[in-house]
Nanobody, 119 residues
């Protein structure tokens, strides 16, 4: 099993920045990729981006491309989501997730952290 714990959410004005962290523990060697998702009130969960653990390859949703960046610290088993130029529509609960098998199923999930962007 893998446990994921997010941190770093909060309230920020539009145009501002936040960095979210997600620290993994347990059988972290089994993770193929780490992803970030978000869910706004009344909306479906939305894919934000992911990083393949083996080579750091990243992929982003069009809605955040150029504004959000995923990075990692292997020594700390931590992945980050740097969010710049935030917009009110970025307001959501953000979740990190682990993909064990590489099929995009994301079997492991964190508890989520709230990000609120004021206009």
């Amino acid at each position: 099993q893998v446990q994921l714990v997010e941190s770093g959410g909060g309230l920020v004005q539009a145009g501002g920045s936040l960095r979210l962290s997600c620290t993994a523990s347990g059988r972290t060697f089994s993770i193929y990729a780490m992803g970030w998702f978000r869910q706004a009130p009344g909306k479906d969960r939305e894919f934000v981006g992911r990083m393949r653990w083996s080579d750091g390859n990243t992929f982003y949703a069009d809605s955040v491309k150029g504004r959000f960046t995923i990075s990692r610290d292997n020594a700390k088993n931590t992945v980050y989501l740097q969010m710049n130029s935030l917009k009110p529509e970025d307001t959501a609960v953000y979740y990190c997730a682990g993909d064990r098998a590489g099929g995009g199923a994301f079997e492991y999930w964190g508890q989520g952290t709230q990000v609120t962007v004021s206009s």
